[in-house]
C-alpha cells in the first residue's frame, strides 16, 4: 500500500507561482512513476505532468513551458512548480502514484487563481 499526502494548494493572482508537493508513504521504494493530475469545476480529470523513476517527465500542452515536476527519490517526494499561473489552471489537483498495477491518488489540494 502507498499513501500520497499532498500540500501547496492556495489562492493566488494571475502570473504568479505556486509549488504542490507530494510525500508517499507506506511502500514507496514500488512506485514506479508519479505525477499530478487535476479536475477543474465541471471538467474531466486531466493529466498535468508526470515524472518517472529515471527522470523522463511529460507534460499537458497547456502547462508546458509553466510547469515543471521533479522527483526527490530520497525523500519519496515529487514536486509540481507551477509559475505564470492562468485563471485555466484553477483546479483540485491530485497526486497519483503507479505501483505495478495499482494506481494509489491523494486527497486532492485546491489551487485558485485569481484574475
Known amino acids: 500500500q502507498v499513501q500520497l499526502a499532498e500540500s501547496g494548494g492556495g489562492l493566488v493572482q494571475v502570473g504568479e507561482s505556486l509549488t504542490l508537493s507530494c510525500t508517499a508513504s507506506?511502500?514507496?521504494?514500488?512506485?514506479?512513476?508519479m505525477g499530478w493530475y487535476r479536475r477543474a469545476s465541471g471538467k474531466q480529470r486531466e493529466l498535468v505532468a508526470t515524472i518517472t523513476r529515471s527522470g523522463i517527465t511529460d507534460f499537458a500542452d497547456s502547462v508546458k513551458g509553466r510547469f515543471t515536476i521533479d522527483r526527490d527519490a530520497a525523500k519519496n517526494t515529487v514536486l509540481l512548480r507551477m509559475t505564470t499561473l492562468k485563471p485555466d489552471d484553477t483546479a483540485v489537483y491530485y497526486c497519483?502514484?503507479?505501483?505495478?498495477?495499482?494506481?494509489?491518488w491523494g486527497q486532492g489540494t485546491q489551487v485558485t487563481v485569481s484574475s
Open positions: 497519483n502514484a503507479k505501483s505495478g498495477w495499482k494506481s494509489y
Open positions: 507506506g511502500s514507496p521504494g514500488s512506485i514506479g512513476v
